[in-house]
């Protein structure tokens, strides 16, 4: 930030002292056959002998042969150098000066384009400084003293060096190239005869050509014009467009070789005073170390950086767009015309989208030496940091966007058929990450009003994340986001399965799903394309038939429960799924049987530093007491005792926190009883999954939730029917939270005659059959089928309605953890504990901070919000995020500086608070304690940190809040009165403090009384609407 | 004094040893109790740090003269997370 402002400082003053400098134009000779003359006015100086400066392509095609001989006929002695190589080296500008004493000359003619009129304005220097080397006239005002008479012959169109300040030359001892500017390198006299350029072959005419449209444009979106370099700047942009092309497909049309030559002079007029910017920093940097062509660097990289510009540089662009009559509406519109007719002229004549020669090692220096040689001096529009640079590099290896992502998204809208692609805003991937940030943007950018979960505009956004084949362990996870048709508001929910890595092979960061289609299909996507196939065949199978039909690939499927509009119906991948919120029923509503990605090729490779970071960061997950015990041997199903003891098992419609029979379907009955092994996410060394036996076959055991959701909270004590629902849940494509706490409501209102619907309490015999009803919608299935919030609004019963926003909780009975309760009232996709921040591995079941209380339970929650937010977008599991508690904490609950922890961190509130708020203060990486930020860095070469990190988890929880609030969401964060209201609990038991913590929370992020950002947060987050 | 009849029960990772995860045992504090949990092979260093429940009240692990009575059940349990 202070480096930016010093660069524009720097430049103010440089712009305006620069009116002081001794600025002039040479005398201009033009015309076709001017050359002729010049000679004589090398004679009518009194210069007997001439240095010419030139090149062995010239001279082999003759161009300087009738000069050479008429210098020598008008009695001037002509010593000739004709080594200059493409970019002029040191070594060049020394021979050539070696020659000129030699030969006593007492002019320098520079005959050629750029390199020849640069080298021999470095043997000018020389000469006028004799003690000075090149490397010490580097840079700005060193040479000051005049050059010997300088007389520019161009045979380009081309640099414009005949009028500039500049010259550029290669330091062959450190690869670098750099530039000496100076008004004392400005030729005294130019010449410009289109005679010479006529034999120009086409591409160089090309190249040369957009060379100076790119001094034109960088000098007029730059910050240092003056009127006559913005005239000059526009004369050159008109005359390229009008002539360029035309020069190039007949290089014999005399007007359009001299149209060019003039462009070129003027754009050099242009740019020597107000500057090139990042453009050319760039392309300096190819020529310097990898002998790229100017030109061609030039005119490859200009549309890239204009586009990264975004609208700081709409005006200007617009303006040059009027100039050449480009219609648009608005000033932006112009722009992106304009870029998109530059971009269409380079294709026109040949040119480029990316560059040979550019490997990956290449990148830090080459992005070094570009923002070196553009910061502080070049007053561009907008500074680049190394990153920006780098960025570019990227693409111009045909390498899209950053590493870490492939930079396509695909749109396939099921209504036409039609796939597309969709463009990010610049800095998306920056800001939002990956996964779960991403698709909030993504989403909020799409959607300006409130959209009908199933409607034809809600689209499914499907996201990957940097992370996902990066060798980050535990950290393959992907996102499906849509608007919920539970809730009305957006959902994001996250997956273990392998179609996030399948979809990034086949080259995909991203999938937008918008439209309906009007039968059954589903997408294959593989390295011919994406194309939609008819699914009828699938329809009405189970998700492990359907994946199974799908063939090869990663794959989603939805069952029987999305195909029905089960309004929690989910989609699966694998044997894991994307449980919450429904998306199952949008998917179904598009008729959508699912999906699958099918590639050969690889995720990018990573850097070695990636994979030192990935063997410390597993090492370190095993040997955690909770990743590398607990979770491995004992899965998530270890909670149920935990929370029982403390009073948090979800009982009877959270009637209760603890349920007598819970050894029954306790973790350790699970693994005594019904273990065959454990099992994880692709990539995962903590391996929480667990494999049971069920009849003959071995399937997928049950996660504490549906333990707690399908067994506690219905009173439900028999372990068998536990994990057959689970089977037949995953089977049928229904959320088996959701479904447990739609049942338990469903058996309360029975209990007390609010509905007649036979469901029982403690009665597990008929569950099998409701599940199968509510899957296909039948009988009182139906109704189950629309969740909690649905069947209290028609039976009533709202009181023990145990959802927050239409979602239904977790198995966690928060009224023993008071920040879960928080945790669930404030997660946007509705009464989730882990979007909610999972307050409660603190408050009881890793650590032992007291759950009773409110005090310090908003920081924590807010904290604890953003930090999983922003790990869910980098792609890690959030198990990864535990390993984080100090092992040593966790792992010693009785020693005294655990418990002397456990006392005080209520009481850090404040601290963390401050911190949370003042991110910018965490701007570094500790690797052993988090490693998600470093890890994030390290994948995608970009700048990423502990402050960066949490802030874009806050930017990502905001953005997520602002569609909820597009969609209606106003004091939307509450709870059940069972869980906060006296009236409806036995006398004593526990409440949710909920109101005092929420106005405590409300402070800490920044939002108004209604849970509404406000604009003073929106605007620190970058998010003005 | 006669011996109360009590309750150990072993959850999380003290419940992986290789024997009962319920015992009955003679005990008269919780001191007593661990140390017969010892001997039955649960591991110790997860004995020191285990959370101790007596009839689901937790009890601190540091009291290990704390009285138990004949009916009593210690619950032994290891700290957990999960989702």
Same mark, same amino acid.
């Given at each position: 930030?202070?480096?930016?402002?010093?660069?524009?400082?720097?430049?103010?003053?440089?712009?305006?002292?620069?009116?002081?400098?001794?600025?002039?134009?040479?005398?201009?000779?033009?015309?076709?056959?001017?050359?002729?003359?010049?000679?004589?006015?090398?004679?009518?100086?009194?210069?007997?002998?001439?240095?010419?400066?030139?090149?062995?392509?010239?001279?082999?095609?003759?161009?300087?042969?009738?000069?050479?001989?008429?210098?020598?006929?008008?009695?001037?002695?002509?010593?000739?150098?004709?080594?200059?190589?493409?970019?002029?080296?040191?070594?060049?500008?020394?021979?050539?000066?070696?020659?000129?004493?030699?030969?006593?000359?007492?002019?320098?003619?520079?005959?050629?384009?750029?390199?020849?009129?640069?080298?021999?304005?470095?043997?000018?220097?020389?000469?006028?400084?004799?003690?000075?080397?090149?490397?010490?006239?580097?840079?700005?005002?060193?040479?000051?003293?005049?050059?010997?008479?300088?007389?520019?012959?161009?045979?380009?169109?081309?640099?414009?060096?005949?009028?500039?300040?500049?010259?550029?030359?290669?330091?062959?001892?450190?690869?670098?190239?750099?530039?000496?500017?100076?008004?004392?390198?400005?030729?005294?006299?130019?010449?410009?005869?289109?005679?010479?350029?006529?034999?120009?072959?086409?591409?160089?005419?090309?190249?040369?050509?957009?060379?100076?449209?790119?001094?034109?444009?960088?000098?007029?979106?730059?910050?240092?014009?003056?009127?006559?370099?913005?005239?000059?700047?526009?004369?050159?942009?008109?005359?390229?467009?009008?002539?360029?092309?035309?020069?190039?497909?007949?290089?014999?049309?005399?007007?359009?070789?001299?149209?060019?030559?003039?462009?070129?002079?003027?754009?050099?007029?242009?740019?020597?005073?107000?500057?090139?910017?990042?453009?050319?920093?760039?392309?300096?940097?190819?020529?310097?170390?990898?002998?790229?062509?100017?030109?061609?660097?030039?005119?490859?990289?200009?549309?890239?950086?204009?586009?990264?510009?975004?609208?700081?540089?709409?005006?200007?662009?617009?303006?040059?767009?009027?100039?050449?009559?480009?219609?648009?509406?608005?000033?932006?519109?112009?722009?992106?015309?304009?870029?998109?007719?530059?971009?269409?002229?380079?294709?026109?004549?040949?040119?480029?989208?990316?560059?040979?020669?550019?490997?990956?090692?290449?990148?830090?220096?080459?992005?070094?030496?570009?923002?070196?040689?553009?910061?502080?001096?070049?007053?561009?529009?907008?500074?680049?940091?190394?990153?920006?640079?780098?960025?570019?590099?990227?693409?111009?290896?045909?390498?899209?966007?950053?590493?870490?992502?492939?930079?396509?998204?695909?749109?396939?809208?099921?209504?036409?058929?039609?796939?597309?692609?969709?463009?990010?805003?610049?800095?998306?991937?920056?800001?939002?990450?990956?996964?779960?940030?991403?698709?909030?943007?993504?989403?909020?950018?799409?959607?300006?009003?409130?959209?009908?979960?199933?409607?034809?505009?809600?689209?499914?956004?499907?996201?990957?994340?940097?992370?996902?084949?990066?060798?980050?362990?535990?950290?393959?996870?992907?996102?499906?986001?849509?608007?919920?048709?539970?809730?009305?508001?957006?959902?994001?929910?996250?997956?273990?399965?392998?179609?996030?890595?399948?979809?990034?092979?086949?080259?995909?960061?991203?999938?937008?799903?918008?439209?309906?289609?009007?039968?059954?299909?589903?997408?294959?996507?593989?390295?011919?394309?994406?194309?939609?196939?008819?699914?009828?065949?699938?329809?009405?199978?189970?998700?492990?038939?359907?994946?199974?039909?799908?063939?090869?690939?990663?794959?989603?499927?939805?069952?029987?429960?999305?195909?029905?509009?089960?309004?929690?119906?989910?989609?699966?991948?694998?044997?894991?799924?994307?449980?919450?919120?429904?998306?199952?029923?949008?998917?179904?509503?598009?008729?959508?049987?699912?999906?699958?990605?099918?590639?050969?090729?690889?995720?990018?490779?990573?850097?070695?530093?990636?994979?030192?970071?990935?063997?410390?960061?597993?090492?370190?997950?095993?040997?955690?007491?909770?990743?590398?015990?607990?979770?491995?041997?004992?899965?998530?199903?270890?909670?149920?005792?935990?929370?029982?003891?403390?009073?948090?098992?979800?009982?009877?419609?959270?009637?209760?926190?603890?349920?007598?029979?819970?050894?029954?379907?306790?973790?350790?009955?699970?693994?005594?009883?019904?273990?065959?092994?454990?099992?994880?996410?692709?990539?995962?060394?903590?391996?929480?999954?667990?494999?049971?036996?069920?009849?003959?076959?071995?399937?997928?055991?049950?996660?504490?939730?549906?333990?707690?959701?399908?067994?506690?909270?219905?009173?439900?004590?028999?372990?068998?029917?536990?994990?057959?629902?689970?089977?037949?849940?995953?089977?049928?494509?229904?959320?088996?939270?959701?479904?447990?706490?739609?049942?338990?409501?469903?058996?309360?209102?029975?209990?007390?005659?609010?509905?007649?619907?036979?469901?029982?309490?403690?009665?597990?015999?008929?569950?099998?059959?409701?599940?199968?009803?509510?899957?296909?919608?039948?009988?009182?299935?139906?109704?189950?089928?629309?969740?909690?919030?649905?069947?209290?609004?028609?039976?009533?019963?709202?009181?023990?309605?145990?959802?927050?926003?239409?979602?239904?909780?977790?198995?966690?009975?928060?009224?023993?953890?008071?920040?879960?309760?928080?945790?669930?009232?404030?997660?946007?996709?509705?009464?989730?504990?882990?979007?909610?921040?999972?307050?409660?591995?603190?408050?009881?079941?890793?650590?032992?901070?007291?759950?009773?209380?409110?005090?310090?339970?908003?920081?924590?929650?807010?904290?604890?919000?953003?930090?999983?937010?922003?790990?869910?977008?980098?792609?890690?599991? @959030?198990?990864?995020? %535990? =390993? !984080?508690?100090? $092992?040593?904490?966790?792992?010693?609950?009785?020693?005294? *500086?655990? #418990? +002397?922890?456990?006392?005080?961190?209520?009481?850090?509130?404040?601290?963390?608070?401050?911190?949370?708020?003042?991110?910018?203060?965490?701007?570094?990486?500790?690797?052993?304690? @988090?490693?998600?930020? %470093? =890890? !994030?860095?390290? $994948?995608?070469?970009?700048?990423?940190?502990?402050?960066? *990190?949490? #802030? +874009?988890?806050?930017?990502?929880?905001?953005?997520?809040?602002?569609?909820?609030?597009?969609?209606?969401?106003?004091?939307?964060?509450?709870?059940?009165?069972?869980?906060?209201?006296?009236?409806?609990?036995?006398?004593?038991?526990?409440?949710?403090?909920?109101?005092?913590?929420?106005?405590?929370?409300? #402070?800490?992020?920044?939002?108004?009384?209604?849970?509404?950002?406000?604009?003073?947060?929106?605007?620190?987050?970058?998010?003005?609407? | 004094?006669?011996?109360?009849?009590?309750?150990?029960?072993?959850?999380?990772?003290?419940?992986?040893?290789?024997?009962?995860?319920?015992?009955?045992?003679?005990?008269?504090?919780?001191?007593?109790?661990?140390?017969?949990?010892?001997?039955?092979?649960?591991?110790?260093?997860?004995?020191?740090?285990?959370?101790?429940?007596?009839?689901?009240?937790?009890?601190?692990?540091?009291?290990?003269?704390?009285?138990?009575?004949?009916?009593?059940?210690?619950?032994?349990?290891?700290?957990?997370?999960?989702?």
């Amino acid at each position: 930030m202070l480096f930016k402002v010093y660069c524009r400082a720097f430049q103010f003053i440089m712009k305006y002292a620069a009116y002081v400098l001794p600025w002039r134009k040479p005398v201009l000779l033009e015309g076709e056959g001017c050359l002729k003359e010049l000679p004589g006015r090398i004679e009518k100086k009194g210069i007997k002998s001439i240095l010419l400066v030139t090149d062995s392509t010239i001279m082999s095609l003759g161009l300087a042969d009738t000069l050479i001989s008429n210098l020598i006929d008008a009695g001037i002695d002509t010593a000739v150098y004709d080594k200059t190589v493409p970019n002029p080296t040191i070594i060049n500008i020394e021979e050539a000066l070696t020659m000129y004493h030699e030969n006593e000359c007492k002019g320098i003619i520079a005959f050629g384009g750029g390199s020849p009129m640069d080298c021999a304005k470095g043997v000018g220097a020389r000469v006028a400084r004799p003690t000075k080397s090149i490397r010490q006239m580097k840079g700005l005002l060193k040479v000051i003293f005049r050059l010997p008479p300088l007389y520019a012959v161009a045979t380009t169109a081309g640099t414009g060096s005949e009028a500039t300040v500049a010259a550029v030359v290669v330091d062959s001892d450190t690869q670098e190239k750099y530039a000496l500017m100076d008004p004392a390198l400005i030729p005294h006299e130019a010449v410009l005869d289109p005679l010479l350029t006529v034999g120009l072959p086409p591409i160089v005419t090309a190249t040369t050509g957009m060379d100076a449209l790119t001094h034109a444009i960088e000098a007029y979106i730059g910050n240092s014009n003056t009127n006559q370099t913005r005239a000059m700047a526009k004369e050159t942009v008109k005359l390229v467009f009008e002539n360029l092309y035309k020069a190039f497909k007949n290089g014999k049309n005399i007007t359009a070789r001299a149209n060019m030559q003039r462009a070129a002079y003027y754009g050099g007029i242009a740019f020597t005073r107000a500057y090139v910017g990042n453009v050319h920093a760039i392309a300096h940097a190819l020529g310097g170390k990898l002998g790229i062509a100017h030109g061609l660097a030039n005119a490859v990289v200009l549309p890239y950086v204009l586009d990264d510009y975004g609208a700081a540089v709409y005006k200007p662009l617009a303006e040059l767009a009027d100039l050449l009559e480009i219609p648009g509406s608005t000033a932006e519109k112009k722009a992106k015309a304009l870029i998109s007719e530059i971009s269409n002229l380079n294709t026109r004549m040949g040119i480029p989208e990316t560059l040979e020669g550019i490997s990956e090692e290449d990148i830090p220096s080459l992005s070094d030496h570009a923002y070196k040689e553009a910061n502080p001096t070049y007053p561009v529009p907008v500074i680049f940091e190394r990153e920006d640079f780098a960025s570019v590099y990227y693409r111009l290896m045909g390498k899209s966007g950053f590493p870490g992502y492939t930079g396509k998204i695909a749109n396939i809208n099921l209504t036409t058929s039609k796939v597309s692609k969709f463009t990010l805003q610049k800095d998306d991937l920056k800001n939002y990450v990956g996964g779960k940030g991403l698709a909030a943007k993504i989403i909020y950018s799409t959607l300006d009003s409130k959209v009908e979960a199933f409607s034809e505009e809600n689209p499914i956004v499907i996201t990957t994340s940097p992370l996902n084949g990066a060798h980050a362990p535990s950290s393959s996870r992907f996102n499906i986001s849509t608007i919920s048709p539970l809730t009305g508001l957006l959902v994001s929910s996250n997956c273990g399965g392998d179609f996030g890595l399948s979809l990034r092979r086949a080259g995909y960061d991203a999938l937008i799903i918008s439209g309906v289609s009007s039968k059954p299909k589903y997408i294959k996507i593989n390295d011919k394309g994406i194309r939609l196939y008819d699914a009828s065949s699938m329809w009405g199978k189970s998700t492990s038939e359907a994946q199974e039909m799908m063939g090869l690939g990663g794959k989603l499927v939805i069952g029987q429960a999305g195909e029905n509009l089960v309004r929690y119906a989910c989609v699966a991948s694998a044997e894991r799924v994307s449980g919450r919120g429904g998306v199952g029923a949008v998917f179904g509503y598009k008729n959508l049987k699912g999906i699958v990605a099918d590639s050969k090729s690889t995720i990018a490779t990573i850097s070695d530093d990636s994979k030192a970071l990935n063997i410390k960061w597993i090492s370190h997950l095993r040997n955690h007491p909770l990743t590398g015990k607990q979770l491995p041997k004992l899965g998530t199903s270890a909670l149920v005792s935990m929370m029982q003891y403390n009073g948090l098992l979800a009982t009877k419609n959270y009637s209760s926190g603890q349920y007598k029979d819970f050894e029954s379907i306790s973790g350790e009955t699970l693994l005594e009883n019904h273990l065959v092994k454990n099992s994880g996410c692709v990539s995962c060394p903590i391996r929480c999954g667990r494999v049971v036996k069920l009849g003959g076959a071995e399937v997928k055991g049950p996660e504490l939730e549906t333990l707690g959701l399908l067994g506690s909270n219905l009173c439900n004590n028999n372990m068998d029917s536990i994990i057959k629902l689970n089977y037949l849940c995953d089977e049928y494509g229904i959320d088996t939270i959701s479904f447990g706490g739609s049942v338990g409501f469903a058996m309360e209102l029975n209990e007390k005659r609010l509905w007649n619907n036979g469901l029982n309490f403690g009665d597990s015999s008929s569950l099998e059959d409701l599940l199968k009803l509510v899957a296909t919608r039948e009988g009182i299935g139906n109704d189950i089928a629309d969740g909690v919030k649905e069947m209290a609004e028609k039976y009533g019963g709202r009181e023990f309605a145990m959802h927050v926003k239409g979602m239904e909780l977790a198995a966690y009975d928060p009224r023993a953890a008071q920040g879960m309760g928080l945790g669930y009232a404030t997660a946007n996709r509705g009464g989730c504990h882990l979007n909610g921040g999972y307050t409660v591995v603190l408050e009881g079941l890793g650590l032992r901070v007291n759950g009773s209380t409110t005090i310090g339970k908003a920081a924590l929650t807010v904290f604890f919000q953003d930090l999983m937010e922003a790990a869910s977008a980098a792609g890690s599991c @959030l198990f990864t995020t %535990y =390993a !984080v508690l100090p $092992a040593a904490l966790v792992k010693n609950p009785n020693k005294f *500086f655990t #418990r +002397a922890a456990c006392f005080l961190l209520p009481y850090m509130g404040g601290l963390l608070h401050f911190l949370h708020n003042h991110a910018g203060l965490l701007g570094l990486n500790l690797p052993h304690m @988090l490693p998600h930020p %470093y =890890a !994030v860095k390290l $994948a995608t070469r970009r700048n990423m940190n502990i402050g960066q *990190f949490i #802030r +874009a988890g806050e930017r990502i929880y905001n953005i997520e809040r602002l569609v909820n609030i597009r969609q209606g969401l106003t004091d939307g964060d509450t709870l059940p009165d069972r869980l906060k209201s006296p009236l409806r609990n036995k006398p004593g038991q526990k409440l949710v403090a909920l109101d005092k913590m929420l106005k405590k929370y409300y #402070r800490i992020r920044g939002w108004d009384a209604h849970g509404k950002p406000t604009k003073r947060r929106l605007k620190k987050l970058g998010l003005e609407q | 004094m006669e011996m109360a009849t009590v309750k150990i029960k072993l959850f999380g990772l003290l419940s992986i040893y290789g024997g009962p995860r319920t015992v009955s045992v003679q005990a008269n504090t919780v001191g007593e109790a661990l140390k017969i949990a010892g001997a039955m092979g649960v591991d110790k260093s997860l004995l020191k740090e285990a959370l101790i429940f007596v009839n689901d009240r937790p009890v601190r692990n540091s009291r290990r003269t704390y009285k138990l009575n004949d009916g009593d059940e210690i619950a032994l349990l290891s700290p957990s997370g999960g989702g």
